[in-house]
Structure formats: structure tokens, C-alpha cells
């Protein structure tokens, strides 16, 4: 597809990018060291999904990235993937597929630029620094196209940033508001400073649960880079694979996506482990990036009081405080992190539909859908923790 001076290709597999061009896209400020501010855009990481089969044939999610070239130069990418089913995406559309399959269309296959499994806010028209506009208007352009030449029902941009979202409705896409739960550094010296700004009885709760989940029997680490050991993902992947049967039915990650991790994205990765006589018993990962951490998974082989709390929130609050990262993005859905400290934030999809009924139809829902979600948001934060005064400072 050749968009004037700008020519975008399809590629089934990262292998036949070079990881050099991605990354001066997708994370164009760690060319100097540092942290990528997004690390699930990065080169590495995508590449760990499909190198450890947990996309690919037969997962349902099918690579087709994209890469904008300007001048022999690649100027823009995105992930873009072809979907058998809405598993994973966390912005959900199952509702849509039925009234489009009983309307007699077939909404699978459909396309979705997003990360896999990861409901994470950032940018998804990833754009060399300097060719911003250039490289977003070529590469939704190429994904419409392709959605529209190949007879697909639809293409599904889920958790882009709030400027993507507004760029990609003046250019005619459908905009969604939905929203999950961050928790913010106020600058922050300590957890108990954190307290202070909580209300007496949320405050008090927090230190009751911290009690209970420290007072196990055993120890809770924190783990990152080269602390991190190929024994403690043998415990990690059987947390795992427990959690994700009870929540999708299956796990979406494979094994080998651990190991790759332990070799590629452990400097990614903070770990948190409680440990009985050294035997890991819970467990939750996270992924680090230049101004936030980000809770992604959790499990454990035995039950303790309030150890969820404490390893995926309150451990997570301690180590953002103790890095100066900005805020910690605790996953999707989940009211009871609002009582923990976390605030509802609005997150954003864009959405194209190839017949044009079908779009005026769901257009009218997201109409609707964005009021109520700011209505929720409002509400929900009234009942957070925080004393009255902090509530407005926060907002």
C-alpha cells in the first residue's frame, strides 16, 4: 500500500523487522539508556509472544504488522493482528459479535492493533520522532485498507492514548471510553505518607490487611533483573496457570513465553514472592517502565489473608514510591482496588466497522456508553479513600 510518499508493508513476523527500526518507533527515548516508557510495544516483547507460540497459528491472534517506510526510512509500526475470537483484548466486544453474526454477517475474522493480553494504555500508531503525523495517518489509513479490501467485519485499536483516540475520530473512527484503576504518586516519601491522605477507617484497613498478609509465616522479596531465577518461574507458571483457568478457561501465555522472559525482559520485570521456608506460595509480576509499574499477573498454591492485596497493590505502591515512578496501572476492572488507593481513569479504544449500519448502530451505543462511563467515574471517585481535600488534588 502505497500512501504517496509513504509505502506500508505487512510483515507475518517481527523476525523480518529489524529490531532497530521498531524500537527508534516504539521506544525512540531509551536510544540514549534508560527505561522504554511503554515496555509492552517493545521490540523484545512482542517478539517474546511470538517466539514462545502465545501468538501465532492456532491462538487466534495472527501477526500482521505494520511498517510505514518514507524515504528508505521506516518512519512508523504497529501491532496489528488478525482475530478469530475477543479473548485477551479486555475491551470487550462480545456483544457486538452476536448482533453482528445474528444480523447474518461474520464478525470473525476481525483486526485489533493492541498488545495481546495486556490492558494497558499507550501509543499504538508507533511513530519515529519527527514523522508523527505523516506515520499515524499511513499506518490507520493501511489497517482500514486492509479491513476493507479483505471483506473483514471490523478493526478494533483498544488502549490507545487519549491523542490517538481523538485523531482517529476526526478521521472517522468510533471512539470508546471505558476505564480501569491507577494509583498516583503525589510525591510521596514513604507508604505511610501515602496513609496520611487517607481517610481514618480506609487507613486503618490497609494497615489491618498489610498486618495480616505480612504476618504469614514467611517472607515477601521483591525480585528484578538479575535477582530473578529460572526456579522461581517453575513457581510462577503454576500460580499462573491457576488463575488464568479460573478467569479465561485456559492461560494465554505458553511456558516457553517465561523462559524468554528470564533471558529478554527480566530487567522488564519485578517480581514480588512470598515465601514459606524459601518455597514460593504466591506470587505477581510485574512489568516496569520508565514512569510506571504495571500489575499484570498473580496467583499462588495456598490461601493467605490478604496476600493478593499486598503482593499485587500494596507491594506495587512501595516499590513506585521507592523509584520515583509516577504511578502504578493495577490491570483491568476490579472495584475493590478503589478502597486500596487506586482511581478510576478513563481508557480508550477506536473502532472501525465495514457496513455502515452496523457503525451508525454501535456509534449511538458509545454515545451513550461515554456518559454513563463519566458518570461512573465521578461517582467512584467520591468513594475512594482519600480524604475530601486529596480527592480534589488527585482529580
Not at 189 to 197: A, I, M, R
Amino acid at each position: 500500500m502505497d500512501g504517496g510518499s509513504v509505502l506500508v508493508s505487512v510483515y507475518e513476523s517481527l523476525g523480518d523487522v529489524a529490531q532497530a527500526d521498531w524500537d527508534a518507533c516504539a521506544c525512540p527515548e531509551t536510544a540514549e539508556g534508560g527505561r522504554a516508557e511503554d515496555p509492552f510495544t517493545t521490540y523484545r516483547f512482542l517478539k517474546a509472544l511470538e517466539d514462545s507460540g502465545s501468538v501465532g497459528a492456532g491462538t487466534g491472534w495472527q501477526p500482521h504488522y505494520l511498517v510505514a517506510e518514507m524515504d528508505d526510512q521506516v518512519i512508523a509500526c504497529a501491532p496489528l493482528y488478525v482475530k478469530s475470537h475477543s479473548q485477551g483484548e479486555y475491551i470487550f466486544d462480545h456483544n457486538w459479535g452476536h448482533a453482528y453474526e445474528r444480523a447474518g454477517g461474520r464478525y470473525y475474522p476481525k483486526l485489533q492493533m493492541a498488545v495481546p493480553f495486556t490492558p494497558v494504555t499507550g501509543r499504538r500508531m508507533l511513530t519515529r520522532p519527527g514523522y508523527d503525523q505523516p506515520g499515524r495517518d499511513a499506518l490507520m489509513q493501511a489497517a482500514v485498507s486492509i479491513g476493507d479490501r479483505n471483506n473483514l467485519s471490523s478493526l478494533h485499536v483498544t488502549f490507545c492514548t487519549k491523542f490517538e483516540r481523538e485523531v482517529g475520530t476526526e478521521m472517522g473512527l468510533l471512539p470508546r471510553i471505558t476505564q480501569q484503576y491507577h494509583w498516583l504518586n503525589r510525591g510521596y516519601d514513604s507508604f505511610d505518607d501515602f496513609l496520611g491522605n487517607l481517610s481514618s477507617r480506609k487507613r486503618k484497613n490497609i494497615r489491618k490487611e498489610r498486618a495480616q498478609a505480612q504476618g504469614f509465616g514467611g517472607e515477601i522479596v521483591q525480585l528484578t533483573g538479575e535477582a530473578i531465577r529460572p526456579e522461581h518461574w517453575e513457581a510462577f507458571w503454576e500460580f499462573y496457570q491457576d488463575t488464568g483457568a479460573r478467569k479465561w478457561g485456559m492461560p494465554y501465555l505458553t511456558r516457553r513465553f517465561f523462559d524468554i522472559a528470564q533471558e529478554r525482559l527480566r530487567d522488564d520485570i519485578l517480581l514480588v514472592l512470598a515465601l514459606e521456608d524459601g518455597v514460593p506460595v504466591a506470587g505477581a509480576l510485574n512489568m516496569i517502565g520508565r514512569d510506571a509499574l504495571y500489575g499484570r499477573y498473580w496467583g499462588c498454591s495456598a490461601h493467605h489473608p490478604a496476600m493478593h492485596f499486598e503482593l499485587c497493590y500494596y507491594q506495587a505502591i512501595d516499590y513506585a514510591i521507592a523509584q520515583g515512578l509516577g504511578r502504578v496501572e493495577a490491570g483491568a476492572q476490579g472495584e475493590h482496588k478503589l478502597a486500596r488507593g487506586y482511581l478510576p481513569v478513563e481508557t480508550h479504544s477506536l473502532h472501525w466497522f465495514r457496513e455502515p449500519p452496523f457503525s451508525d448502530a454501535v456509534a449511538h451505543y458509545l454515545e451513550a456508553e461515554r456518559e454513563a462511563v463519566a458518570e461512573d467515574i465521578e461517582i467512584l471517585t467520591s468513594f475512594g479513600p482519600f480524604r475530601k481535600a486529596n480527592v480534589e488534588e488527585q482529580e
